[in-house]
């Protein structure tokens, strides 16, 4: 067995699209420069990268799905979804933080890059 995250529970742990979690993980994503990216963007203008896509509650979901899983989602007011390619490597490092994720109602996992 090996611990891969710790979730803070004082707070209703039900799983609520678009409700900003943290979790202490201690993790590093690398995305390359060249490849698309898909991100939720909040009202303020944060940019959530995509980590991990969910076929749990959608079986068929797969990677070439994701450039239009924004019209499948039910967005809250002032949310958008985007695809962009990276211009140079994106590196999300949480070894030393606590990250910031959230979910979409597929219950694919974002996270806000530091």
Not at 29 to 55: H, K, M, R, T
């Amino acid at each position: 067995m090996r611990r891969i995250a710790v979730l803070d529970l004082n707070t209703d742990p039900t799983q609520v699209p678009y409700t900003v979690r943290h979790v202490d993980r201690q993790a590093v994503f690398f995305f390359d420069a060249g490849s698309p990216i898909y991100e939720l963007v909040d009202p303020d203008g944060n940019a959530y990268v995509l980590q991990a896509y969910c076929i749990g509650v959608d079986p068929t979901l797969s990677e070439a799905d994701l450039p239009g899983l924004g019209d499948r989602l039910d967005l809250p007011e002032g949310w958008t979804y985007r695809t962009r390619v990276l211009d140079e490597e994106l590196i999300v490092d949480t070894s030393e933080a606590v990250a910031t994720v959230l979910q979409d109602e597929l219950e694919n996992t974002y996270t806000l890059p530091y």
